[in-house]
């Protein structure tokens, strides 16, 4: 990694993020430094999000979209933006929310962090970091979520299941992109896994984490249920 101003790619995967995506993009741009792309990967969001980001990158030469022919779940959006931005010529990968539940505001510090370590969480689940408006099952979810993970995979990490991340470039290429296969939540904790498994190094930063501000939820008894298999499925892999 160049040792004064990393190529930063921001990869924000869209479902459905129409009245975001815009306020999301003008705010993390301010947030990045000169060297930087913003990828946007969406799965033709029924709403229109697709011709926004189309629009925002007509506007701004950082900006570009990625289509994608139907929703296939987070995964797979993020494996094709990670490639993408792996070819790009990405020194540093991050991965955040288009809703705002990723503060645009911590992407210096995910940045900063990463001079020392090869994988960078924002977490909730630190001293500092929290999740703010969420109701009691909500929460228990979340918290037991990365509980149970943790303790099937063995790893000391206190927040498996958020997706406000930046990778090193050589953390991301040593992962076999192609063998993963995790949709939703499953996703975030696999990928976190299988760089803890090739010996990176894995650092959690606070984060405080917020209600999406507008849009609805693409959170399903699904993607939960694909978390609770396929997670022993990963130590036992
Ligand atoms: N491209 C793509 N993006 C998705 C897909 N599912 C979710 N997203 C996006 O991934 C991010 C996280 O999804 P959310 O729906 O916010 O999931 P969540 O944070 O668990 O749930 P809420 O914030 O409560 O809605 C958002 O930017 C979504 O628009 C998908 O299938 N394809
Ligand atoms: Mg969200």
């Known amino acids: 990694m160049a040792a004064e101003s990393p190529t930063v790619w921001l990869i924000v995967p869209t479902f459905n993020e129409a009245p975001n995506i815009?306020?999301?993009?003008?705010?993390?741009?301010?947030?990045?430094?000169?060297?930087?792309?913003?990828?946007?990967?969406?799965?033709?969001?029924?709403d229109g999000t697709g011709q926004i980001a189309d629009r925002l990158a007509a506007a701004h030469d950082d900006v570009e979209v990625l289509h994608r022919g139907r929703k296939q779940g987070l995964g797979p959006a993020y494996l094709d933006g990670f490639r993408r931005a792996l070819d790009g010529g990405a020194d540093l990968v991050i991965q955040m929310d288009a809703d705002f539940s990723h503060d645009p505001d911590y992407v210096p510090r995910l940045i900063d962090a990463a001079r020392s370590t090869d994988l960078v969480l924002g977490s909730r689940?630190?001293?500092?970091?929290?999740?703010?408006?969420?109701?009691?099952?909500?929460?228990?979810?979340?918290?037991?979520?990365?509980?149970?993970?943790?303790?099937?995979?063995?790893?000391?990490?206190?927040?498996?299941?958020?997706?406000?991340?930046?990778?090193?470039?050589?953390?991301?290429?040593?992962?076999?992109?192609?063998?993963?296969?995790?949709?939703?939540?499953?996703?975030?904790?696999?990928?976190?896994?299988?760089?803890?498994?090739?010996?990176?190094?894995?650092?959690?930063?606070?984060?405080?984490?917020?209600?999406?501000?507008?849009?609805?939820?693409?959170?399903?008894?699904?993607i939960v249920a694909e978390a609770i298999w396929r997670v022993p499925a990963l130590r036992f892999r």
């Open 125 to 222: 689940y630190v001293p500092g970091g929290g999740v703010t408006e969420w109701g009691p099952l909500r929460r228990l979810v979340s918290r037991g979520g990365s509980t149970y993970a943790r303790a099937w995979l063995g790893v000391g990490v206190r927040d498996l299941t958020g997706g406000f991340k930046c990778w090193r470039r050589e953390a991301l290429a040593a992962i076999d992109l192609d063998a993963v296969d995790s949709k939703g939540y499953a996703f975030q904790v696999e990928m976190t896994y299988r760089a803890i498994e090739a010996g990176f190094r894995v650092a959690e930063v606070p984060i405080v984490f917020r209600d999406r501000r507008v849009g609805s939820s693409k959170m399903t008894r699904g």
């Open 22 to 46: 815009e306020p999301v993009v003008d705010a993390v741009r301010e947030k990045l430094p000169a060297a930087r792309r913003i990828l946007i990967v969406d799965d033709s969001s029924p």
